[in-house]
Each structure stands twice: as structure tokens, then as C-alpha cells.
């Protein structure tokens, strides 16, 4: 019953280092979705996959990239680290056609010092 | 654009109060409405959702109801617990995309 599983769930980095952030999800679902949280903002959409093999850039993508491993897992990875990525990530997943709900995992705080 | 714009909390209201927390919306085309909450140090989890006008989606005593003649979809409840105490947020979904657009969020704490 893991849904969607998101590692590390804690990190803090210096600035000007590099991090991969995991996801993966067990509900076969096609689209996958990373997003960042920030107080006051809501949940603004960094990158995401509608399928294996694709991805396409959301709202807020500079300084992040993202790889779809196979249809289980998405990644995303910061190459160089800046304060102002200190935030709230999460993945979410969802079936491939619309007014589907997306399923969230349970996020990772990162901090960059 | 296309957004969401939800009410400022935080919404502090006594256990058995009545909720209501406003949401409205600007979108070209017909997009489907969700509402999720968000519990403290977890993602966020669907409420309801409603995917078409007068739809009213329902879920553990929430309701919400797709009014397009006022671009809204606000979020009820006629008698909160304490274990309501969340985070709550409004999104959209046009027909052409996956993906959804986030409200800010409106923060409900409710005091026994």
C-alpha cells in the first residue's frame, strides 16, 4: 500500500553542492509530476512526465532537471544548489487522462545553506 | 492566465462550527475542480472533485458545489472536528492537461 514513496525525507546542503531527489510510485501510473512548495504560494510545478520516456518543463523548472528512469521512477536533481531552492518537494503521480486525481507522496524539506 | 485564488488564513474556528472556505477561479475552457488537504508532514490527498457544472463533489462531510455562473468552488462543512485541522487547497484541471493549478492554500485549526 506504498503509493507513492519519496527519498530522503530530510536533506540540507551548502550552497553550490549537487543532489537527486527520488520518487517512485507502484500504481502503474503513466504522468509524473515534481512540484515545490513554498509558504504562501501553494504547490507551483517544477517538471513533469506524461508518459515513459518524456518530460516537459512546468512553471518554475531553472536550475532543476528531471529523468524518468522507466514508468516506476522520476528524479529530480538540483546540479548546483541555491538558497533560494530551499523548500517543501513533492512527487505526485496520476493515470494518463484527464480529471484524473494525482497522488502525492509525502514530500522531502530541503534546506540549502 | 489560469489560476486559483483561495481565501487567507489561517481559519481558526471552535470544534462543531460551520466551515466554509471560498474558492474561485479563472480558466478558458471547462476545467474540472478539486479541493486536497494537506495534514501536518504529509502530502496532500484529495477531498473531492467535481468535473462539471452544478457537480457537487462530496467526501467525510465536505461538500463543494461547480457554480461556472460565479467561477467557483467553495468548500463546506456543516460541523468541523479537531482532526480537520489542515491545510486546504483548491486546484484545476483543464480538459487539454494533466496537470493542475494550486490556490495558495488556506490553513483551518480547530480548537476543541
Known amino acids: 500500500n506504498a503509493g507513492v514513496t519519496q527519498t530522503p525525507k530530510f536533506q540540507v546542503l551548502k550552497t553550490g553542492q549537487s543532489m537527486t531527489l527520488q520518487c517512485a510510485q507502484d500504481?502503474?501510473?503513466?504522468?509524473m509530476y515534481w512540484y515545490r512548495q513554498d509558504p504562501g504560494m501553494g504547490l507551483r510545478l517544477i517538471y513533469y512526465?506524461?508518459?515513459?520516456?518524456?518530460?516537459d518543463k512546468g512553471e518554475v523548472p531553472n536550475g532543476y532537471n528531471v529523468s524518468r528512469l522507466n514508468k516506476r521512477e522520476f528524479s529530480l536533481r538540483l546540479e548546483s544548489a541555491a538558497p533560494s531552492q530551499t523548500s517543501v518537494y513533492f512527487c505526485?503521480?496520476?493515470?494518463?487522462?484527464?480529471?484524473?486525481?494525482?497522488?502525492f507522496g509525502d514530500g522531502t524539506r530541503l534546506s540549502i545553506l | 492566465g489560469d489560476s486559483v485564488t483561495q481565501m487567507e488564513g489561517p481559519v481558526t474556528l471552535s470544534e462543531e462550527a460551520f466551515l466554509t472556505i471560498n474558492c474561485t477561479y479563472t480558466?478558458?475552457?471547462?476545467?474540472?475542480l478539486f479541493w486536497y488537504v494537506q495534514y501536518p508532514g504529509e502530502g496532500l490527498q484529495l477531498l473531492l472533485k467535481?468535473?462539471?457544472?452544478?457537480d457537487k463533489g462530496s467526501n467525510k462531510g465536505f461538500e463543494a458545489t461547480y457554480r461556472k455562473e460565479t467561477t467557483s468552488f467553495h468548500l463546506e462543512k456543516g460541523s468541523v472536528q479537531v482532526s480537520d485541522s489542515a491545510v486546504y487547497f483548491c486546484?484545476?484541471?483543464?480538459?487539454?492537461?494533466?496537470?493542475?493549478?494550486f490556490g495558495s492554500g488556506t490553513r483551518l485549526l480547530v480548537r476543541p
Open positions: 467535481a468535473t462539471k457544472a452544478d
Open positions: 480558466a478558458t475552457g471547462y476545467p474540472s
Open positions: 500504481m502503474n501510473h503513466n504522468s
Open positions: 486546484a484545476l484541471s483543464l480538459d487539454s492537461s494533466y496537470k493542475l493549478i
Open positions: 512526465s506524461a508518459s515513459e520516456g518524456t518530460t
Open positions: 505526485a503521480s496520476s493515470e494518463d487522462r484527464v480529471n484524473q486525481p494525482q497522488h
